[in-house]
């Protein structure tokens, strides 16, 4: 199987050759031809499967062929939940759209709005947004959906549970209802599964892999440890292990700055990335980190959804999260595009709970693995993965993971353009980071990035065994 076979035509053929890419993933296989074919689609595939090109390929190939937009009108929406996502995203759309005449560009929050009406002007082919930013926009008059052809929701679970489903709800309502609709993640309980699909007309499921799976290429392992001993354990992971590169997950933003601060005292170059850091902070953060500058990024969930930082090794859960699909998210930022990559939670007694859900979830017993010198004085007891799975817990309602209200509630249901302050910080996680680049305002037709140029070619052949790439 090839990507010529799946109906794409020769631009993007060619922007695909580019970027290294031989053969289609299986979910790109599978999603591709269904959605060139107008048909609603659901896919759930593993963390960094491709996903991204599973929808924007098609997504591309479909709007060649129709007629070019018009003033602030946009004809296919992707909308993501972080403002980090929404860049990359933007930057994929960029580099996949390089040989056509289409426009695209994209909009978060926590940078300036008038440049983005700016743009927006003109029209857009393909916009990526977040949620509460797009609204802001849309009550401001910049942007018309009259004509929208397509919507699609990447991480689609995270855009339809509790914290953005107002924000979503008042975004479909100005939509046309004749509409093709795009649902892409790694994860769907079923509670958003039904939701989803009362949203979608007659979707085609596409699921490459078990439900909520983790993808196979990252090997996970537990370290049972004292709560008060975490941040001594994982300086001594990251020192003896020599771990160059390592993405670390905390509950609360308060709990990334405190670990952070440690982190720095005990000779480790770290920053913290979060929703009450500026939209400036968040992306020196995730900047200095995919260029090396410092060795360990510091994060909440903010960082867990969609983000693709080449080759990451490394992923440490200080604190396990409470919602157990974050955890395949979260440690889905190693093992990327067939790549290994190695997961370690550090777990104390009082999240016996979480890990038992984790491990329901995943239907997998993690290996446990005590680090000399850091035995725990309270034991993490047994789990057991195969007992039916529980009810999912939604985040409160209005909730944002990482403590982002909603758009709607953060303006405090006031007219976004009289509380433009607020609203700015709506869509919450917001700005962007590509893979290599950073750009806070990217908005584009067809420019160039540094990953496009002497780009390996990327085949999944290689490592059939263990790459989700190549177990067909
Ligand atoms: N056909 C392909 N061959 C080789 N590499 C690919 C191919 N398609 C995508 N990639 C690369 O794989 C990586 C992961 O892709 P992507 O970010 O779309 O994953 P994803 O499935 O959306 O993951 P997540 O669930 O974490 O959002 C990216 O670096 C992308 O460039």
């Given at each position: 199987m090839s990507f010529a076979d799946l109906g794409l035509s020769a631009p993007i053929l060619a922007a695909v050759s580019e970027q290294g890419y031989e053969t289609p993933s299986p979910i790109q296989a599978q999603a591709i031809p269904a959605v060139i074919a107008g048909k609603d689609v659901m896919a759930a595939a593993q963390t960094g499967t491709?996903?991204?090109a599973g929808f924007t390929l098609p997504l591309l190939e479909r709007l060649s062929k129709g007629q070019l937009t018009k003033s602030n009108q946009v004809r296919a929406l992707i909308l993501t939940p972080t403002r980090e996502l929404a860049a990359q995203v933007g930057e994929s759309v960029s580099l996949y759209s390089k040989g056509l005449p289409l426009r695209s560009s994209v909009v978060f929050g926590g940078v300036k709005i008038n440049p983005q009406i700016a743009r927006l002007k003109h029209g857009c082919d393909i916009l990526v947004a977040t949620p509460g930013r797009l609204l802001d926009l849309y009550q401001q008059g910049a942007v018309r959906f009259n004509h929208l052809e397509i919507l699609v929701l990447d991480e689609a679970d995270r855009m339809l549970d509790m914290g953005f489903i107002h924000d979503i709800r008042k975004i479909l309502?100005?939509?046309p209802a004749k509409r093709q609709n795009l649902m892409f993640s790694a994860t769907f309980s079923d509670e958003i599964r039904k939701?989803?699909?009362?949203?979608?007309?007659?979707?085609?499921e596409v699921s490459v892999a078990p439900a909520n799976s983790t993808a196979q290429t990252v090997k996970q392992w537990i370290s049972p440890v004292d709560k008060n001993r975490k941040s001594a354990l994982l300086s001594h992971l990251i020192k003896s292990e020599s771990w160059h590169q390592v993405l670390v997950f905390t509950r609360t933003k308060h709990g990334a700055n405190k670990l952070t601060k440690v982190l720095e005292k005990n000779g480790i170059s770290a920053a913290a990335?979060?929703?009450n850091k500026s939209q400036g902070a968040r992306t020196k953060a995730l900047a200095a980190f995919k260029s090396g500058e410092i060795s360990t990024l510091v994060a909440t969930d903010i960082a867990a959804r969609g983000l693709d930082i080449d080759q990451l090794p490394q992923v440490v859960n200080f604190e396990l999260p409470n919602v157990p699909e974050d955890y395949v998210h979260r440690i889905g930022r190693t093992g990327r595009a067939g790549a290994s990559g190695q997961a370690v939670s550090l777990v104390s007694a009082d999240e016996t709970k979480q890990l038992n859900?984790?491990?329901?979830?995943i239907q997998n017993k993690l290996e446990r693995h005590t680090v000399a010198g850091f035995e725990p004085t309270n034991d993490l007891g047994s789990s057991s993965p195969s007992r039916p799975q529980k009810p999912r817990r939604s985040r409160p309602q209005g909730e944002h993971k990482d403590g982002q209200r909603s758009g709607e509630n953060a303006r405090g249901h006031k007219p976004a353009g009289k509380n433009r302050r607020h609203a700015d910080k709506a869509s919450g996680e917001g700005k962007p980071a590509s893979r290599d680049k950073l750009s806070a305002n990217h908005s584009s037709s067809g420019n160039t990035s540094r990953q496009s140029e002497n780009k390996p070619k990327r085949s999944f052949s290689a490592n059939k065994q263990t790459s989700p790439w190549g177990n067909r």
């Open positions: 491709g996903k991204t309502a100005v939509l939701l989803a699909k009362g949203i979608a007309h007659q979707p085609v990335i979060h929703g859900d984790i491990e329901r979830l």
